[in-house]
């Protein structure tokens, strides 16, 4: 089975700090993805990778950048956080869109809020 | 862009119930997916379809592709379907545009 992984479930930080959000997928998946889910507007795309070092700007990239330095791991940086990016980050991977089943797996969610 | 339409946003069935959720989606997709999230849980993939219909236990989702509209039944609902259901539409790339969500109660 696919697994992908984050490294909190529940995160409380402070308004400035500088956040960091991690992903492993254990599948050799090229492709991931950071998204933002808030009631009422659905999940939102921050950022995706689809190779090492390799990133997209997704629809809401303002106030996140990503790093992608090993195939397995994508780290969500929160530079500065702000009260507004209090929210559920879901991180997911997938094959690339060429291959035919490309279903996204995603992990089980980070409820952050920052204070 | 891709605007993807979820209705109904709320859904109270009870035990038993046939439920229909419906998906209807802007622009031409290359596939539709269909997820499953619990309260305070993560999202689980229930069905990808680019046409046709497929089924999965009681799940059965459908595509009509002119139409630009899925569906996802349930049959002989359980509490144990209460979830958030949410479609998804990917287009010509990697990126999926998602509804906004469906949240269904079943109670016994």
């Known amino acids: 089975d696919v697994k992908v992984t984050q490294s909190s479930r529940y995160l409380v930080k402070r308004t400035g700090e500088k956040v960091f959000l991690e992903c492993v997928q254990d599948m050799d998946h090229e492709n991931m993805f950071w998204y933002r889910q808030d009631p009422g507007l659905g999940l939102r795309l921050i950022y995706f990778s689809y190779d090492v070092k390799m990133k997209e700007k997704g629809d809401i990239p303002e106030g996140y950048s990503v790093s992608r330095e090993k195939k397995e791991r994508f780290s969500l940086i929160l530079e500065s956080a702000s009260t507004n990016q209090t929210s559920m980050y879901l991180c997911?991977?997938?094959?690339?869109?060429?291959?035919?089943?490309?279903?996204?797996?995603f992990g089980p969610g980070t409820r952050l809020t920052v204070l | 862009k891709n605007e993807v339409e979820q209705s109904p946003q709320n859904l109270t069935a009870q035990e038993g119930e046939f439920i229909t959720i419906n998906c209807s989606y802007s622009?031409?997709?290359?596939?539709l997916h269909w997820l499953q999230q619990h309260p305070g849980g993560g999202i689980v993939s229930l069905f990808m379809?680019?046409?046709g219909k497929k089924k999965h236990g009681r799940l059965i989702a459908t595509i009509n592709i002119q139409e630009k509209h899925s569906s996802l039944h349930i049959t002989a609902s359980h509490p144990r379907d209460s979830a958030v259901y949410i479609c998804?539409?990917?287009?010509?790339?990697?990126?999926?545009?998602f509804g906004k969500g469906t949240l269904l109660t079943v109670n016994p």
């Open positions: 998804a539409a990917r287009g010509s790339n990697y990126k999926l545009t």
């Open positions: 379809l680019s046409s």
């Open positions: 997911a991977s997938s094959t690339p869109a060429a291959v035919s089943y490309n279903e996204q797996f």
């Open positions: 622009v031409g997709i290359s596939a």
